[in-house]
């Protein structure tokens, strides 16, 4: 199947093709990266755009685009409520978040259209917790060392 962006965009604002919540983003896979319904797991949660969004959220808006471990400006927000390590509800937070903000939904609603934020935060929530390496929180927590040291130790 040939993929026409602008027919699927006209789809999907007419309600020809609908996106919901068990539609996995694009942006939650690492650039470059073909989708493949046969193998859509392999890779998911590594997309620069949720990378980036974990890293504002959790050690500050300053920090966004800096360099691994890195953090700038006041204490992140994570660091003040104690916590260390990155979560599978952590990552899925941001991925709603990120979802959100690339929408055209011009204020918050659990739903946007079919898509059910609610429901795509539990999706994400357990798929990340079914995988028996839990790779996903260990790709966060070693992601340049930067996430949880900065939470650790960042004054």
């Known amino acids: 199947m040939v993929f ?3 027919r699927t965009l006209l789809d999907i604002e007419d309600g020809t093709l609908e996106i919901t919540a068990d ?3 694009r942006f939650l896979y690492p650039d470059g990266r073909a989708y493949d319904p046969e193998d859509e797991f392999t890779d998911i949660f590594q997309g620069h ?15 966004w685009n800096s360099g691994p471990g890195e953090q700038k400006g006041k204490p992140p927000v994570a660091r003040l409520i104690g916590m260390t390590t990155i979560t599978s509800r952590a990552i899925a937070y941001a991925a709603v ?3 959100f903000a690339i ?4 204020d918050w609603s659990p739903m946007d259209r ?3 934020h609610e429901e795509f935060f539990w999706n994400i929530v357990s798929a990340i917790d079914s995988e028996q390496d839990q790779a996903t ?5 070693e992601y340049g060392s930067a996430l ?3 939470l650790l130790s960042c004054d």
Do not use: E, M
């Open 49 to 63: 755009l949720l990378l980036r969004v974990v890293k504002h959220i959790f050690t500050g808006p300053a920090s």
């Open 4 to 6: 026409h962006l602008s």
């Open 23 to 25: 539609d996995w983003p």
């Open 103 to 106: 929408c055209s939904a011009q």
């Open 114 to 116: 079919d898509f059910d």
């Open 148 to 150: 949880c040291n900065c």
């Open 137 to 141: 929180i260990t790709y966060f927590n």
């Open 97 to 99: 978040q990120a979802r």
